[in-house]
């Protein structure tokens, strides 16, 4: 099986156990970049495809000297581009962003699974401020005349075609769970609590605290990564109180 098809927990068993490196997992899912069209393609902006194989090559050295920097060392990942990503444009799919300065700093969430051992990819497609169905231009991978589902249909559309073994997403009303359910993915939201405010812009907060309700979500390539992925939670979401339909458990 190529590198890019493994699911998370098969790329995470067999770089530990040295039967995969960073690097060619790396090469293999940078090699899927070119097979979806430019203009359908689920990733708006990918990094430096040099500096993506410098960080896939470091995870290998520090591998090799013993170090395990988390759970998802050596994992490629795609941000939705609602997300701050350091020195990226966060331009929530909206032609009005397009002028948008480079995020200073990493969202909260970033930058915890870059500590438990991820390499940021780029971002991903959005519909426009994270509120609809078709996340265009992104098209589904398995068949290009239909859509990849939204708002997070970018994170989702990577994931199918192996751009990307983990891809974060967003929901506030089915933002992943449609971009899921036309792909077959499971997907996996944090139930105990929001996201830190810092998570998302202040701009995606439309009057009615979106960004509040908003839960940050991972795309997983198939359900028995799902076991794997929650043990690495507390890698990348803080504890918090746990949370039922929006309010507290002790209702208020």
């Given at each position: 099986m190529a590198p890019h098809d493994l699911t998370l927990s098969q790329a995470q068993r067999q770089l530990h156990d040295g039967t995969l490196t960073a690097v060619d997992l790396m090469t293999a899912t940078l090699a899927q970049m070119d097979r979806i069209p430019a203009e359908h393609h689920p990733y708006v902006l990918i990094r430096e495809r040099a500096r993506l194989l410098a960080e896939a090559e470091a995870a290998d050295t520090a591998r090799a000297n013993g170090f395990r920097l988390g759970p998802l060392h050596g994992i490629p990942i795609g941000i939705k581009d609602i997300v701050d990503v350091a020195g990226l444009p966060t331009k929530c799919g909206s032609r009005s962003m397009d002028d948008c300065a480079p995020a200073?700093?990493?969202?909260?969430?970033?930058?915890?699974?870059?500590?438990?051992?991820?390499?940021?990819?780029?971002?991903?497609?959005?519909?426009e401020f994270a509120a609809g169905t078709i996340s265009a231009p992104s098209r589904n991978p398995w068949d290009l005349e239909r859509i990849p589902g939204g708002s997070s249909g970018?994170?989702?559309?990577?994931?199918?075609?192996?751009?990307?073994?983990?891809?974060?997403?967003?929901?506030?009303?089915?933002?992943?769970?449609?971009?899921?359910?036309?792909?077959?993915?499971?997907?996996?939201?944090?139930?105990?609590?929001?996201?830190?405010?810092?998570d998302l812009p202040p701009r995606l907060d439309l009057g009615h605290s979106r960004a509040n309700r908003t839960h940050g979500q991972r795309l997983r390539h198939r359900l028995r990564c799902h076991r794997r992925a929650r043990s690495s939670r507390s890698w990348f979401l803080p504890d918090r109180p746990r949370q039922r339909g929006g309010r507290d458990w002790n209702g208020d």
């Open positions: 200073e700093a990493n969202a909260p969430l970033v930058s915890k699974f870059i500590r438990a051992g991820g390499i940021i990819l780029g971002k991903t497609v959005t519909q970018g994170s989702a559309a990577a994931v199918a075609a192996g751009m990307g073994l983990l891809a974060i997403g967003t929901d506030t009303g089915g933002s992943i769970r449609c971009p899921a359910s036309v792909r077959r993915h499971r997907s996996q939201t944090d139930l105990r609590g929001h996201q830190p405010p810092g």
